[in-house]
């Protein structure tokens, strides 16, 4: 896989591009964070489309973004007339989506008929644990990247062991799991792997959002979904491990996407 080189007679948009669907308008926040962790993880092109406030949000933050910003409060079914055009996009989905009805069939829509693959984190996890047994994303390549609350929906298991359990959940959801915590656990129904390393300070709002968008960034450079999950979760501790000698207990998460850098795994 190469990540850091890039062919100089490259034409714009061959390296990736990625479809951000995130935040909400009390979650603007969120689509922002997405949208810069995929940035910065290297991509030519991220489209994020989110109802306006979180879009105008993306707008002053990131610039290079290029924002849709959709009528309402949160995600509707009928959004999806609007971002239709990109089925054919790798997704980023979840993060300050909400868990409101409207929400939901816009969620299920978008796993149904886009192409994918797909990172799924925050809301759209709760929804997806919420309405089991639902065939959601038609075997189509996916990341889930559950924080350890959202695990245990997902598995149906207060208390749920991650090393123990992630390899039956990533069997029942057809999926690459990401297991957020001090050591990252990883599992695709075969294989478990464990990321450690990091900054006490990253367990703060919206680090996993910046994670949603790195993996998002490497799917959508055809890194398979496993390699992607691990290479993400290593990207942003390294990065948390820098900004935290920098920044201290001061740490945002708004800081991770300025110190990623993929050189660092090279």
Do not use: C
């Amino acid at each position: 896989m190469r990540l850091t080189t890039r062919p100089a007679t490259l034409p714009k948009g061959d390296w990736g591009k990625l479809l951000v669907l995130a935040g909400s308008e009390r979650f603007a926040g969120s689509a922002v964070l997405t949208s810069l962790g995929a940035l910065r993880t290297g991509l030519d092109l991220v489209v994020t489309a989110s109802p306006e406030r979180a879009a105008n949000a993306v707008l002053a933050a990131a610039p290079d973004a290029v924002t849709i910003p959709l009528a309402g409060s949160e995600f509707d079914h009928k959004h999806f007339e609007d971002v239709g055009y990109f089925k054919g996009y790798p997704v980023a989905i979840g993060s300050g989506l909400t868990t409101e009805p409207s929400a939901r069939k816009f969620l299920k829509t978008v796993l149904q008929k886009f192409d994918g693959p797909f990172v799924i984190d925050a809301d759209a996890l709760t929804i997806i644990a919420d309405e089991r047994g639902d065939d959601w994303y038609l075997d189509k390549p996916v990341v889930l990247t559950p924080n350890r609350e959202e695990f245990e929906a997902l598995a149906g298991i207060e208390g749920a062991d991650p090393v123990k359990t992630v390899g039956k959940v990533a069997q029942d959801y057809r999926a690459v799991v990401l297991v957020k915590g001090e050591t990252d656990v990883i599992g695709d129904g075969e294989t478990i792997v464990e990321v450690e390393g990091g900054s006490e300070f990253l367990a703060k709002a919206g680090t996993g959002d910046v994670l949603t968008g790195v993996v998002g960034a490497l799917l959508a450079r055809d890194v398979p979904p496993l390699d992607a999950a691990k290479i993400g979760a290593e990207l942003v501790k390294e990065a948390g491990e820098r900004a935290g000698k920098d920044k201290g207990p001061s740490l945002l998460a708004s800081d991770i996407p300025n110190y990623l850098d993929l050189r660092k795994l090279s």
